[in-house]
Nanobody
Framework: VQLQASGGGLVQAGGSLRLSCAASGETVNLSDMGWFRQIPGKEREFVAAINWRRGITNYADFVKGRFTLSKYTARNTAYLQMNSLKSEDTAVYYC???????????????WGQGTLVTVSS
């Protein structure tokens, strides 16, 4: 499975961005898709995940109520809508996915390239 992330950029605090993650290859066995982020000088951290079949979402506490993860199954694409962005959301965001039996929050099976989100205050 290959993951292609897009949608990062520069936005003012309080603004919005939408990230996309498009999967290709052996997508028939996708279990979960989601996002991590890495703030400069810190470890990569979990942001959000969505179960590919059931659509159930899971969010890190620091994005609840601000970020929404959705999917467009026919396009094998997940979207992370980020609203009310804060300067502390500035990070490189990485798309990730798992196959059957894996836990995306613990160890994704697949990674996309990062996309930089910069929130100016």
């Amino acid at each position: 499975v290959q993951l292609q992330a897009s949608g990062g950029g520069l936005v003012q605090a309080g603004g919005s961005l939408r990230l996309s993650c498009a999967a290709s290859g052996e997508t028939v066995n996708l279990s979960d898709m989601g996002w991590f982020r890495q703030i400069p000088g810190k470890e990569r951290e979990f942001v959000a995940a969505i179960n590919w079949r059931r659509g159930i979402t899971n969010y890190a506490d620091f994005v609840k109520g601000r970020f929404t993860l959705s999917k467009y199954t026919a396009r094998n694409t997940a979207y992370l809508q980020m609203n009310s962005l804060k300067s502390e959301d500035t990070a490189v965001y990485y798309c990730a996915a798992t196959g059957p039996g894996s836990d995306l929050r613990i160890r994704p099976d697949y990674w996309g390239q990062g996309t930089l989100v910069t929130v100016s205050s």
